[in-house]
Each structure stands twice: as structure tokens, then as C-alpha cells.
């Protein structure tokens, strides 16, 4: 295990992490699209999401390429072995990318129903089996001795997996209601934090569920918290800000809530990676072969050069994203 | 448990002891019909990125409402495409890991890296300006607008240069070795800079700039037959026709180039190409003319003598070297790489002639008189589109049996643990769902033209 293998786990989180806390948002903000009934609060909605949304997709797509740079094995065997699913995710993705384009155009009330149904379903749907994926490959996957996924479609939906499935959309929910509000006036922003206190109160529960069940009945996944106990913080600091959040959000400070919930966001990828590593991907079956990061990476030449190029691209992405947001909100009166 | 979800298609798939269709062929479909159908759309947006830029740049200068609307009206159009294109787009990067998980372990530690590039200098770049650029109108400098119309255009730009920089690399491999079934990099300028990189990426780029010239060629033309939004029109169309013209030269010339690499670097798809079967000095070029399907023939109509030596290596008396003295099972499919680029060169010669018939006609100051010359424009709208498509289709087919030429073998490249079935139901999807976008993105289109035909009623859009 080199230096150059940690620092791209460390990278691969923070992407991860990065793309839940802004993608995010808006699939949650599309779950709540499907709840909402009146054609103006719906356009409002839309309003919310429409500069931001692309960019933000674009880390998903980034975190995927850099799986594919630096992690290769893990790229092939968990796309081919999650095919499926995977498919099902990119459907979704297709739809809801064309219908926020084309949802806002009055052709016809079958054509609104359409494209609206269709952003709805294609937020609602990624948000899920993003986190059934999560639970997934935490859990560990069953693998072949070559490192190939040896299970099927309904392996995947195992009572675990199901569960993070819907923390994850809970979360989602919570983390999009929240920045609905910063950008909703009046009885929209009132519904908006209605939604995000019960999608609160659902991921509370949930979370709070998977702690215990994780530390109580899932002894592979908390290997490393055994071996180093100060590593329970971070599962701590994650409950913290989830409270916190809702806490926030209750008196009315959506703007602290937000980060609060993107906070929680990124100790939950730091309790997530500190379960997994050194793996990517490992095995539930003892015979099954685990991707970790040694055997699963590129050659050093190549994670050092994409590591350059990340952290630099990354930095610049982040200066310019700030800048264009902040001139965009133009003075705040969004 | 694909069985599970759609049995009849599994059972097709997987008929006793043989299998009727494989995973890798279904595969094959599925890539090259996605591939296919999202290269429908990045041309025209960098092309018109570019353009918009050019528009945004004189509007800057001007400050005039009707200029204000002209380029309004272009970015609605680069808008709609763009986000088809985006949608399309995140199909490719999976599949590579979904479909073809052999291929991704092999080269991943070359291969994803110009992918991560891309991604991290620039969709960022893209997705956050075009925003800027569509719903800012009311909220940013128009400096900050000018600046987005830029960004997009050099995001575009430099997307299409890393794209490149990895399909050049399937066809011209350099800068790797082979260590235990693995290629490794071995330098990063040599994979970066192949062979057959530049030319095809001048050929690609080019060829975008002429597909939104004859875009917004035919588009003014269309409304100049209908008399309407005439002074915005008028300018587009002379726009559209001088950079056609030079566009579509371009396609001359940088084709040439690359037709000269591949020559150099793909000699067996150089043969393919041109239906060559003989090994010979002074090799003909055949004009009209087609292989015959299943036997080691092409029939020629018209051929210029020596010509083929002479365009490939600069000497009439150069030796070509034709598809016999391939083994067999390293000979590109012939029919399908003969045709495409056959049909690509004949649209070629017509978007030049074309272009430059309006060339002569805007000299002349008789553009706007001659209505052939419009109607032709309008209905010259997807030339440069189906080029784009054959031409593609000619590189890749010319480059099989090899997905990464005379390394790795398209049928090793697959995921081997992906049921048939999964993958025809997927591919069936992909079908379905594409069709149905198409369609959405030509209302939406014509939609957009009609609206500023003012025959659509109030339309409401969102606004940031």
C-alpha cells in the first residue's frame, strides 16, 4: 500500500462526498417535485434548482472517471457486476436531465404531467439506489477469486442495503428541503421547512437504526472501530450535525442548516471510509477476493499524475463554481 | 435473474448449448447505437458555442436589442441540444465499466485518465457557464455573459480534445507497455500526442464548426423564405456561408492529413477504406464503385489510376498494400468502412459546392434573391450531421477487429459476467428511450424556430 493509494481513497471520498452534498440537494429538491401539486410552486422549485443542477451531475461524473483512472479494477467490476442497477440509474439520469430542459415549456397539460413525472421519478429513483449501493458495498458484495461480482440483481436488494437505500433518500430529502428554503420566500419557504422537518425526523431514525444494527450484527463493517475506537467520532459527529440540523432548522436558520447538513454529509463519508479502508470493494464471502486499494489501483505514474491534475482542477472548479454562484445570486434577492 | 424479469428475451438469447445472440455483439450494438446517437449533438454545440461566442462578442460592441434577440435565439437552440448531449453523454462513461469491464481492466491505467481530465477541466467549465449564459440574462454583467459564452466554447473545445486524446489512443496506441496482462503508462506526452491524435482532432473540430455553419445557414435561410426576422437572418446566413465554406474546405484538407496518417499508422484500414483487395504499386483510387459482399472483390466503376498511391503516400509509384496480405482475422469488416466513407466524402464534396455556389452568390449581392439557393440551405441542414456519423463509423469500423488496434481484440473486451439477457434488455431501452429523445429535441427545436417565427403561443421559461 503506497502513499499515492491513500491519498486516492482520501480524493475518491471527498468526491463522493462533495457530489452528495450538492447533487444532493437537488435530487431532493426533485422528490419534493413530486409531492408538489400546483404549477407555480413546481416552477418555483425548478427555478431552485436550474443553474446549479449540471454542474453539480458533473461530479458524479467525475467521481465515476476517477474511479476509472485510479481504481480500474473496481471500475469494471462494479459497473458490469451492478449492471443492472446501474442502468436503471442512468435512465433515470437521462430523464431527468431532458425534462428540467423541457418541463418548463407549456406545449400541452400531457406534456407538463410527462416531463414533470418524469424529473420526479428520475430524482426520487438515483436518490435511492445510490443508497442501497452504499449499503451494498459496506456490507461487501459477493465476489468471485478473480475479483468479479458473483451475485445477481437481488442479491443487491438484501434488508440491509434496503435500509441505507432509504436513510439515503431520506437524507436527500432533508439536505434538498433545506435548500429550497434559502432560495423560497414566504409559504413556500414555510412548506419547504414542513418537508425538511419530516424527512429529518425519518433520517434520524434511520440512522440511528443502522448505528445500532451496524455495531451490533454486522461485525465486518466495524473491523477498523475495533481496532481503533477513537474512530467512533466520526459516526458521533455525524449524529451530531444530523441533530443539530433539524435543531437549526426548526428555529428558522436554514442557511446554518444547510451547512450543518453538508457537514453531517462529509462525516458520513469519513464513517463510511474509515469501515472500508484499506477496501473498495470487499468481499462478504470468505473466499471471495476484496478489492482494496493496492490490488485494485493504476500503476504510480498514473495516480500520480491524476492526482496533480485533480487537485489542481478541482481547486480551480471550486474558485470559479464560488465565484459564478455568488454573482449569480446577485445581491440575494434570488 | 434477467431470466426472471424478461424470459422470452432470454430464452433467444440463450437458446440450448449455443448462444444465438451474444453479450458481446449485443454490446457492440448497444455502444455503437449510444455512441452513435450522442455524436449527434457535441458537434453542434461546439460549433455553435463558437459561434455564439462570435455573436456575443459583436453584441458587446453594438448593445442593440435586435442583436440582443439574435443571440438569445442561438443559445435556446444550444441549450436544448446541449442538455440531450449532457444526458447522452454520462451513457458513455458507463458503459465503458457496465459493457465492456475486460477492456477497462486492461487499459484503465491509460484509458480513464484523459476521461478524468475531461470531466475535472472541462464539463465543470461547460455546465457552469452555459448556465450563466442561458438563465443570467437579468442577474449578470453582460461582460459576465460574454465571458460565459467563452467558457462554454473552450469547454466545449477542450471536452472534444480529451475525447480525442482517448479514441486516438484505441487507434494509434503509444506510451505503454504490457506487464501481466495489463497495459501500463509508460509516458503521458506519448499517449497523449499518438499518431493520429491532432489529425483527428482538427478533422472532429472542423467538422463541428461546419455542422452549426450549415446549422444557422439553413436556419436564416428559413426564415428568409418566409420573410420574417429578416435583418437578423440576412446576417446569420452570410455568417453561416463564408465559415461553411472555409469549414467545409477544411474538412478537405484535414481529411487529407488523416487520411495520410492512417495510411501511415492503419494500413489495413487504409485498405478497407478504399476496397483495396491487391497489394500494388500505382493503386488506384476508385470513384464509384463497391465491394462485393462476400467475396475478396470490389467492383469499380471509376477509378483514377494512381491516384491512391499518390494520395497516400505523395508518389504515384508507391506501394498500397491491400487486404489479401492481412490475415484474415485482422481485416476491418470492408463493406460497411467502404461505404461510410464514401458517403462521407461525397456529402463533403456537396456541403463544398454548396457553400461556395453561396459564396458566389453573396459576392454577387444576390443571396437573398436566388430561393434555390435557400430551399437548398434548408434542406442541407443534416449533411453535415449524417458526415459526421459515416465518418465515425468509417474510424471505428476501420479499426476492428481491434479495440485497441493490433493490441486487444473487440470480442476479449467485454464484461464476461453480464447475462445476454440484461444487455438485450438494456439495448432495447436504449432504442426506445434515444427515439423518443430525438424526437423531443426536434420539437423542441422547431418549437424555438416557430416561436420567433412569432407562430407560437406565449412561451414561459424558467428563470434563475
Known amino acids: 500500500m503506497s502513499g499515492l493509494q491513500v491519498a486516492w481513497f482520501i480524493v475518491l471520498g471527498a468526491l463522493l462526498a462533495g457530489y452528495v452534498i450538492l447533487d444532493g440537494y437537488d435530487l431532493g429538491i426533485g422528490l419534493w417535485y ?22 453539480n451531475e458533473v461530479w458524479l461524473i467525475t467521481a465515476g472517471a476517477a474511479v476509472f483512472a485510479a481504481f480500474p479494477m473496481v471500475y469494471a467490476t462494479v459497473f458490469s457486476g451492478l449492471y ?55 456490507r461487501g458484495l459477493p465476489m468471485d477469486s478473480s475479483g468479479n461480482f458473483a451475485g445477481n440483481f437481488f442479491t443487491l436488494l438484501n434488508p440491509y442495503s434496503l435500509v441505507t437505500g432509504l436513510a439515503g433518500l431520506a437524507l436527500f430529502a432533508m439536505h434538498g428541503g433545506l435548500f429550497a428554503q434559502l432560495t423560497l420566500k414566504d409559504d413556500q419557504a414555510r412548506r419547504a421547512r414542513e418537508w425538511t422537518h419530516s424527512s429529518w425526523d425519518r433520517y434520524l431514525l434511520l440512522y440511528m437504526s443502522l448505528f445500532a444494527w451496524t455495531a451490533a450484527a454486522q461485525p465486518q463493517i466495524t473491523a477498523n472501530y475495533q481496532l481503533m475506537p477513537a474512530l467512533w467520532l466520526l459516526p458521533a459527529l455525524t449524529l451530531a450535525g444530523i441533530i443539530l440540523t433539524g435543531i437549526y432548522n426548526d428555529r428558522n436558520n436554514p442557511k446554518t442548516a444547510f451547512i450543518l447538513s453538508s457537514i453531517s454529509i462529509a462525516t458520513l463519508f469519513a464513517t463510511i471510509a474509515a469501515a472500508l479502508f ?31 491534475v485533480t487537485i489542481a482542477g478541482m481547486a480551480l472548479v471550486l474558485v470559479y463554481t464560488v465565484w459564478v454562484r455568488r454573482s449569480f445570486k446577485g445581491g440575494g434577492d434570488y | 435473474m434477467a431470466t426472471g424479469l424478461c424470459p422470452p428475451l432470454s430464452a433467444l438469447c440463450c437458446s440450448q448449448g449455443g448462444k444465438l445472440i451474444d453479450t458481446v ?13 450522442h455524436f449527434i449533438f457535441p458537434p453542434l454545440t461546439i460549433g455553435l458555442a463558437w459561434f455564439i461566442f462570435g455573436m456575443m462578442t459583436h453584441y458587446r460592441k453594438t448593445d442593440s436589442d435586435s442583436d440582443r434577440d439574435m443571440v438569445r435565439f442561438w443559445i435556446r437552440m444550444l441549450a436544448t441540444t446541449f442538455v440531450v448531449g449532457t444526458a447522452t453523454g454520462i451513457a458513455m462513461e458507463f458503459q465503458f465499466g457496465t459493457n465492456w469491464a475486460g477492456y477497462s481492466r486492461f487499459v484503465g491505467d491509460i484509458f480513464g485518465a484523459p476521461l478524468a481530465i475531461e470531466s475535472v ?24 455573459l460574454w465571458f460565459a459564452s467563452m467558457m462554454v466554447a473552450v469547454g466545449s473545445t477542450i471536452s472534444a480534445f480529451w475525447i480525442l486524446v482517448a479514441n486516438s489512443w484505441q487507434q494509434t496506441p503509444a506510451g505503454y507497455t504490457i ?58 446566413l452570410a455568417a453561416g456561408v463564408v465559415i461553411a465554406f472555409i469549414t467545409s474546405l477544411g474538412q478537405l484538407a484535414t481529411g487529407h492529413v488523416h487520411a495520410r496518417q492512417v495510411a501511415r499508422t492503419q494500413k489495413a484500414k487504409l485498405a478497407a477504406i478504399e476496397g483495396l483487395y491487391d497489394t500494388q504499386r500505382r493503386a488506384p483510387m476508385i470513384i464509384v464503385g463497391i465491394p462485393v459482399p462476400g467475396k475478396e472483390n470490389t467492383l469499380s466503376l471509376v477509378e483514377i489510376p494512381k491516384l491512391l498511391s499518390y494520395m497516400a503516400y505523395g508518389n504515384t509509384n508507391a506501394k498500397v498494400k491491400g487486404l489479401r496480405d492481412f ?130 403561443k406565449v412561451r414561459q421559461e424558467v428563470k434563475a
Open chain 1, 34 to 55: 413530486l409531492f408538489t401539486r400546483k404549477e407555480d410552486d413546481r416552477r418555483a422549485l425548478l427555478r431552485v434548482i436550474a443553474p446549479h443542477w449540471d454542474a
Open chain 1, 84 to 138: 443492472l442497477a446501474l442502468m436503471l440509474v442512468l435512465f433515470a439520469l437521462i430523464f431527468r436531465a431532458v425534462s428540467i430542459e423541457f418541463a418548463p415549456h407549456n406545449v400541452s397539460p400531457r406534456w407538463n404531467t410527462f416531463w414533470s413525472r418524469a424529473f420526479g421519478i428520475g430524482s426520487a429513483l438515483p436518490a435511492l439506489l445510490f443508497g442501497v449501493a452504499m449499503g451494498n458495498v459496506l
Open chain 1, 278 to 308: 484499506p477496501n473498495l470493494v470487499p468481499a462478504i464471502n470468505p473466499d471471495g477476493k476484496s478489492l482494496t486499494i493496492s490490488n485494485a489501483s493504476s500503476s504510480p505514474l498514473t495516480l500520480s499524475i491524476m492526482l496533480g
Open chain 2, 25 to 37: 455483439l449485443l454490446s457492440r450494438i448497444q455502444f455503437g447505437f449510444t455512441a452513435g446517437f
Open chain 2, 121 to 144: 477541466v472541462a464539463f465543470f467549465l461547460e455546465s457552469t457557464f452555459i448556465a450563466v449564459l442561458v438563465l443570467g440574462w437579468d442577474r449578470v454583467s453582460q461582460k459576465m
Open chain 2, 179 to 236: 506487464t501481466s496482462g495489463h497495459a501500463r503508462l509508460t509516458s503521458l506526452t506519448q499517449a497523449v500526442f499518438t499518431d493520429s491524435m491532432w489529425p483527428r482532432f482538427f478533422h472532429t473540430l472542423d467538422g463541428a464548426l461546419a455542422t452549426a455553419s450549415f446549422f444557422v445557414m439553413g436556419i436564416s435561410a428559413a426564415y428568409l423564405l418566409r420573410n420574417k426576422n429578416t435583418s437578423f437572418a440576412k446576417s446569420c
Open chain 2, 327 to 456: 490475415p484474415e482475422d485482422q481485416r476491418p469488416p470492408v463493406l460497411p468502412t467502404f461505404i461510410s466513407f464514401h458517403v462521407m466524402v461525397g456529402i463533403g464534396g456537396a456541403m463544398i459546392g454548396l457553400s461556395l455556389s453561396g459564396l458566389y452568390l453573396l459576392w454577387r449581392k444576390q443571396i437573398y434573391r436566388h430561393k434555390w439557393f435557400l430551399r437548398a440551405a434548408v434542406i442541407a441542414i443534416p449533411l453535415p450531421f449524417i458526415a459526421n456519423e459515416v465518418g465515425w463509423v468509417t474510424a471505428e469500423m476501420g479499426r476492428q477487429p481491434w479495440v485497441v488496434y493490433g493490441v486487444m481484440r473487440t470480442n476479449e473486451a467485454a464484461s464476461t459476467n453480464v447475462p445476454a439477457g440484461q444487455t438485450l434488455f438494456s439495448m432495447l431501452m436504449f432504442i426506445v428511450v434515444y427515439a423518443f429523445l430525438f424526437l423531443a429535441w426536434l420539437y423542441m427545436l422547431r418549437r424555438e424556430y416557430l416561436y420567433h417565427l412569432g407562430q407560437s
